[in-house]
């Protein structure tokens, strides 16, 4: 059993088509953006099979880590059409930064068709880091699902 993040996506939500796809195409641009920032932190992003370019637009998200340097794992995909329930398990490789920050950006941007999960909380590093990062590079406070937030005890 690995680290694995999980999500939900109903574009059929989103009644009209239009809303969504401006939606997809900006939650697109943002995570594109990150990504492409990321190698500052010494993180490579590649296509979702561990190579070549990822892909970042107006109707898909696909992409994983550095394959040549073993830090891929699972293929992070979103189509702005089709409904997903799917995962992604990363191992805590360094991309998971990426898949955190796109589960965030959607969270945000299209609440209303976009839900997720992980096997991390709040307390995480992986989350931490990923929560700081999202917060200092949109300037948004992020939102997590209550069920990753820890109950006092």
């Not at 994983?64 to 059409?81: I, M």
């Not at 709040?122 to 990062?133: C, K, R, T, V």
Request: with cysteine.
């Amino acid at each position: 059993m690995g680290y694995t993040h999980y999500w939900n996506f109903d574009p059929n939500k989103i009644e009209n088509t239009e809303t969504l796809r401006k939606k997809f195409k900006r939650a697109s641009k943002q995570i594109k953006s990150f990504a492409e920032w990321l190698p500052n932190k010494g993180i490579k992003i590649c296509g979702g099979l561990g190579e070549g370019k990822p892909i970042f637009n107006e109707t898909e998200i696909w992409f994983n880590g550095d394959g040549s340097e073993k830090l891929d794992h699972e293929t992070f995909n979103l189509h702005w059409s089709r409904r997903f329930k799917d995962f992604c398990k990363t191992a805590r490789k360094p991309y998971d930064l990426l898949v955190c920050f796109a589960l965030l950006t959607f969270a945000e941007i299209l609440p209303e068709a976009f839900e997720f999960s992980s096997d991390g909380d709040i307390e995480d590093a992986e989350w931490q880091q990923g929560l700081e990062y999202y917060e200092t590079f949109t300037g948004k406070i992020a939102k997590l699902p209550q069920s990753m937030m820890k109950q006092a005890a």
